[in-house]
């Protein structure tokens, strides 16, 4: 069996979650890791076996034996490391949400298809049996023509920084950006739309009485969300009762801290 060589950029707590998900997969070895904190890198190193640390993420994006990097910083980190992979010639796997803001996920998507490279994000209840089974019925039109759809959800416990875990970067806009909504609520839009593109397969075929063929396009699930070309691209735009509201905001500078 080949041997697939990853780079990881960023080893906090969702880094750490990757590496114990990589050694569960065979092929796989971490050959690099990348953080500005010198002692957690270290310390990461020696628990994971990786061979190569460094502190400027340039340097692992210049070796030609790392196929892919995974890049796990705060949102408005995601753009400039991930766009900066793709020029190296490296396939990408990014830390939900794409990005920040739209316009940094679009420019994303769009150096992949320019580059040639793979662009994927992590949205794991995409995969779940849950979301398969919806799409089941869905696409089998057990559930009629859905016109609308809802998801809520909430924490009370662990949430970063504030209930002692996590680095203040979390909670600050200029580095995270998004809040709840990009951190937590990403997954419930991903897998509405997920399954909305499954059941707009059928209504394209819908024969609708009065108003001959035409195909069903609500207004309130213009949202595209997560992941590289049409079928998961970065979340535009939220919808409240009809009212748009902009997602992030593109205008603030990306820095590192």
Partial sequence: ?????????????????????????????????????????????????????????????????????DVCLHNNLHMPL??????????????????????????????ATACGRMLHIQLATLYSKETKAARILIEGGQLGRIYH???????RRRRPFVDGYGTKSFVQKRIAAGGAL??????????????????????????????G???????RERLRCGGAGDRAGPIQRGYNHGHQRELGDPSEPVRRQ
């Fill in 1 to 69: 069996m080949s041997t697939t060589r990853i780079g990881i950029i960023g080893v906090g707590q969702i880094g750490k979650i990757h590496l114990r998900k990589y050694q569960e997969i065979p092929g796989v070895e971490v050959v690099a890791a990348c953080d500005i904190d010198a002692a957690e890198l270290q310390k990461v190193s020696e628990e994971f076996q990786i061979p190569h640390i460094y502190s400027n993420y340039r340097e692992p994006l210049r070796r030609e034996d790392i196929v892919a990097v």
């Fill in 182 to 211: 990009l951190d937590m609520g990403i997954y419930h839009i991903a897998r509405m739309l997920s399954n909305r593109l499954a059941r707009g397969r059928k209504d394209q075929r819908q024969d609708l009485p009065g108003d």
């Fill in 149 to 155: 759809a809802r998801s809520t959800g909430y924490r």
């Fill in 213 to 219: 063929y035409r195909p069903q396009t609500p207004r």
């Fill in 82 to 111: 991930t766009v900066a992979a793709l020029e190296a010639d490296k396939h990408v796997y990014c830390e939900k949400p794409i990005a920040g803001s739209y316009l940094d996920g679009k420019v994303m998507v769009e150096r």
